[in-house]
Nanobody, 118 residues
Framework: QSQLVESGGGLVRPGGSLRLSCTAS????????LGWYRQTPGKELELVAE???????HLLDSVKGRFTISRDNGENTVYLQMNSLNAEDTGVYYC????????????WGQGTQVTVSS
C-alpha cells in the first residue's frame, strides 16, 4: 500500500524559513510526480509546487522566488524549502503523488501545519 509521510511543519516568524519533507513508501514512485498542495484559511486547496522524476518543476506564482521543490529519487523523498514566509503562507500542507500520465493526485500525505506569525 502506497504511503506518504510528511514532516517539518511548525510555527515560524514572518520572514523565516521551514523545510518540509515527504517520504514515499509501498510503491515505485520513479514515474510519479510528487509535490505539495496547501489549504489556507478562506481559500480552496491549491497546488503549491510539484516536481517530475526528471527534475522539471512547477511552482505557484505567489511562491516563486521564495519556495524551492526538490526530490531524492533514491530515497523516494520530496522536499519543499520555504523562505521569506509570510502570513498568507499559513495553512495545512499536503504532500501528494500522481503518475505522470494522470492529472489528479492518487496518494496523499496526512498534512502538516505551517503557521507564520509574530
Amino acid at each position: 500500500q502506497s504511503q506518504l509521510v510528511e514532516s517539518g511543519g511548525g510555527l515560524v516568524r514572518p520572514g523565516g524559513s521551514l523545510r518540509l519533507s515527504c517520504t514515499a513508501s509501498g510503491n515505485t514512485f520513479s514515474r510519479y510526480v510528487l509535490g505539495w498542495y496547501r489549504q489556507t484559511p478562506g481559500k480552496e486547496l491549491e497546488l503549491v509546487a510539484e516536481i517530475h522524476s526528471g527534475g522539471s518543476t512547477h511552482l505557484l506564482d505567489s511562491v516563486k522566488g521564495r519556495f524551492t521543490i526538490s526530490r531524492d529519487n533514491g530515497e523516494n523523498t520530496v522536499y519543499l524549502q520555504m523562505n521569506s514566509l509570510n502570513a498568507e503562507d499559513t495553512g495545512v500542507y499536503y504532500c501528494f503523488g500522481r503518475h505522470w500520465l494522470r492529472q489528479a493526485p492518487e496518494v496523499w500525505g496526512q498534512g502538516t501545519q505551517v503557521t507564520v506569525s509574530s
